[in-house]
């Protein structure tokens, strides 16, 4: 990550003795400054393209919807042409370009977008945006960083996750306008939006004040800082007792919870409200919350377990200690007991969530030692997704620190 992105200021003015290691950002920077960047094509610096202000700066961002690329090219050159501007569409994620117009039928889109708008494939923000009165985009929280860092008004046009939010917050403090989603945004909208932040002066005013206190941050000292002190959080124990606190306010607050039906109500329109804005999202929070349903029922039942051993359960076809294995369900996996014999040393389990096989026979307890254990607390689901989680990628963390 660059020093600009993170504090919007030059990469010569950090102090390297300060921060040992940062000088590679003299030679590499992700955000193409056009001072210093060799990569900035030099026909971009001619004076037919610099001495006219450019009204508005599109990106193409991509979502999965058939005909999404023409509405976009579209959508982008009539609101151009609604708002009488020029301006610059790149083709981003959506490989946006003149082609993606159409046909003759869209004759006067293309005849406006010949004499106004130029497509280009990509461009260095830092270049660009300065020498813009506007910039559209999909509320990204770098791009938008991008475009408020040059000061200049925004318009965004969310696509999923927080990019509702960001638009919201644009309107808000008057740094920009934001839109319905994409998909159903019309050129007469986008186009009345394009106006509002090209006239209103106090826009402009609000995003140069905020660029300037966006440039006195300094991005790499508070992060180096709160890198620092959250190791040495983890190496005293520190981060460890925090999350056992963590996790004992949450258990407190889930037993009031369950006398406050309401706020469970209110925790589930928020989730929905958010996985409303990203279809994979929705998906994927569906399945969770089904299979996490499917885990508290069988938890009312007493039939949830999970393998405890670090070295994981091994599996076998059959009842008989001695029938053919078929696999090891590994450490964190949660189990669906199917049956037991009459001593309840072997189960019949099924795999819901981990590594394994989908079914097999398994014994919950060998030399003494408990392999795997039945979920005792509701709670205890997320804890033990959770410890799967911080073990798989232990490998991030110094062999040194514990935990």
């Not at 202000?53 to 961002?61: A, M, T, Y």
């Amino acid at each position: 990550m660059s020093y600009t992105l993170l504090s919007g200021r030059p990469s010569d003015q950090v102090d390297l003795e300060k921060y040992p290691g940062w000088d590679q950002l003299r030679w590499w920077n992700m955000t193409l400054r056009a001072g210093d960047c060799a990569f900035v094509p030099r026909q971009w610096r001619e004076p037919e393209l610099t001495t006219q202000r450019i009204h508005v700066w599109f990106f193409g961002e991509r979502f999965e919807k058939k005909g999404c690329k023409e509405h976009m090219a579209r959508l982008a050159v009539g609101a151009l042409k609604e708002a009488g501007k020029r301006g610059i569409i790149v083709g981003g994620w959506a490989e946006l370009s003149a082609e993606s117009l159409g046909g003759d039928e869209y004759e006067e889109l293309k005849a406006y977008s010949r004499e106004n708008v130029l497509f280009l494939k990509s461009a260095p923000h830092e270049w660009l945006f300065p020498q813009c009165a506007c910039c559209v985009h999909h509320g990204g929280i770098g791009t938008t960083q991008a475009s408020l860092g040059a000061g200049v008004p925004t318009v965004v046009t969310p696509v999923f996750a927080d990019q509702k939010d960001i638009a919201k917050k644009l309107s808000e403090d008057k740094t920009g306008q934001g839109t319905v989603h994409l998909s159903q945004l019309t050129a007469a909208e986008l186009g009345a939006k394009i106006r509002k932040c090209c006239d209103d002066p106090t826009i402009k005013q609000n995003c140069e004040k905020l660029r300037d206190v966006m440039q006195k941050e300094d991005g790499v000292g508070t992060t180096v800082q709160f890198l620092e002190g959250f190791m040495k959080e983890v190496e005293s124990g520190v981060w460890k007792k925090k999350q056992d606190a963590l996790f004992k306010r949450c258990l407190d607050a889930w037993e009031k919870q369950k006398k406050l039906p309401d706020a469970s109500k209110l925790m589930a329109k928020w989730n929905m409200d958010l996985a409303d804005k990203y279809q994979p999202l929705q998906d994927y929070t569906n399945q969770q919350v089904n299979l996490f349903g499917k885990m508290v029922e069988l938890f009312n039942k007493k039939k949830l377990w999970w393998v405890k051993s670090t070295q994981g359960c091994l599996a076998r076809k059959g009842e008989a200690l001695k029938s053919e294995e078929c696999g090891r369900y590994k450490e964190f996996t949660l189990l669906e007991e199917l049956e037991a014999n009459k001593s309840g040393s072997r189960l019949r389990v099924r795999r819901l969530k981990g590594v394994g096989p989908d079914e097999a026979w398994v014994s919950p307890t060998v030399s003494g030692k408990d392999i795997i254990v039945k979920v005792v607390h509701q709670l205890e689901i997320q804890k033990i997704q959770g410890d799967a989680l911080k073990k798989q990628f232990a490998d991030i963390i110094p062999s040194e620190v514990k935990f």
